[in-house]
């Protein structure tokens, strides 16, 4: 395991888990699968594994199997998969989440936020920051007994201590200035993020992961307003697209926008999408930013293009 205060990644990736068919995991997804995690693993210190619902292999299941290809190539040694935990898990299921976590030997936990939930409900969390709570309270004998204090569900659920849990817990942050919605309005969001970066942090989160980006210079004055001294943030990179922007709510630059528009092709847009990531890279890289996390669509060759600028990438 990697000592916390040595824990500094310089490359990772962002993938979602196999598909499943009719229930079924088709041997095709999983070569496929496998195949885009022995690629990656060269290049990379870490995979963070999303937590999909719907036509997805189960997260734990799929940490299974990318830690089984691990063991089977040359790159165990050097890239640890991240399991993500989502607020959309009751908290008996995330607390077996821990556990299953715990007897696979997986060290690295990124609890977000997940698909909204409607009504608040008993027995689950109500944002991010009460699961990140929870992960750490339920593996820390110190902060254990005050854990109904700051959840209101564990007035209600009783949930064990995990005697030997040593987790490292990252959390995620999004640094752009604005929300913007699909009717063009905007909403400014720095204040909240720094105040939940700054509650994270103190709650112990051993690193962060930033939200997709599209502006580098977002993130660059992000960090001045922040104290993130010795607290390794990997930067997201996603190539920027119309429906991203839509669904995410990342503002789109009129540079942006106007490039895209260039283009008359869905294959051209996505081409200029991936030159526009690959520039983001570079700048960060060029500012110092030691760590990016690319949000590469579950490709190898997207990720190529991003990283390196490597232009052959199909549709």
Same mark, same amino acid.
């Given at each position: ?20 068919? /009719?229930?079924?995991?088709?041997? /095709? ?9 022995? %690629? ?17 292999? /189960? ?23 991240? +399991? ?20 696979? $030997? ?5 609890? #977000? ?24 309270? #339920? ?5 254990? /007994? ?22 490292? #817990? ?21 204040? %909240? +993020? ?23 210079? +977002? ?48 294959? %051209?847009?996505? %081409? ?15 500012? $110092? ?6 949000? $590469?669509? $579950? ?17």
């Amino acid at each position: 395991m990697i000592e916390r205060e040595k824990f500094q990644p310089s490359l990772s990736v962002e993938i979602e888990p196999p598909h499943i068919h /009719s229930n079924e995991l088709e041997h /095709s997804e999983i070569s496929k699968f496998s195949y885009l995690i022995r %690629q990656m693993a060269s290049s990379i210190d870490f995979i963070s594994v999303t937590n999909r619902a719907t036509f997805r292999l /189960s997260s734990i299941s799929t940490m299974k199997l990318i830690s089984t290809v691990l063991r089977n190539s040359n790159h165990a040694a050097i890239t640890y998969p991240v +399991q993500h935990l989502t607020t959309r898990l009751s908290l008996h299921d995330t607390f077996n989440e821990l556990l299953d976590a715990r007897r696979l $030997g997986i060290e690295y936990l990124l609890p #977000v936020l997940g698909d909204p939930r409607g009504p608040k409900v008993s027995g689950f969390f109500n944002n991010s920051l009460e699961l990140l709570t929870f992960i750490k309270g #339920v593996t820390n004998p110190d902060l254990y /007994s005050s854990l109904s204090n700051q959840i209101p569900s564990m007035k209600t659920v009783d949930v064990p201590y995990i005697d030997d849990g040593n987790f490292i #817990v990252g959390s995620v942050i999004d640094p752009n200035e604005f929300k913007e919605s699909a009717n063009g309005s905007k909403r400014r969001i720095r204040k %909240q +993020q720094i105040e939940l970066f700054n509650k994270r942090r103190d709650l112990g989160a051993d690193f962060f992961i930033t939200q997709g980006l599209f502006d580098p210079l +977002q993130f660059l004055n992000f960090k001045d307003e922040i104290d993130c001294k010795d607290i390794p943030i990997g930067v997201g990179v996603i190539p920027p697209s119309f429906t991203i922007a839509n669904v995410t709510g990342i503002p789109l630059s009129q540079e942006i926008k106007t490039r895209l528009k260039q283009k008359t092709s869905k294959k %051209q847009q996505f %081409q200029v999408a991936l030159q526009i990531a690959h520039e983001n890279y570079c700048t960060l890289r060029e500012n $110092g930013v030691p760590w990016i996390h690319v949000y $590469g669509l $579950g490709r190898y060759d997207v990720f190529k293009m991003i990283t390196e600028g490597t232009p052959t990438v199909k549709e």
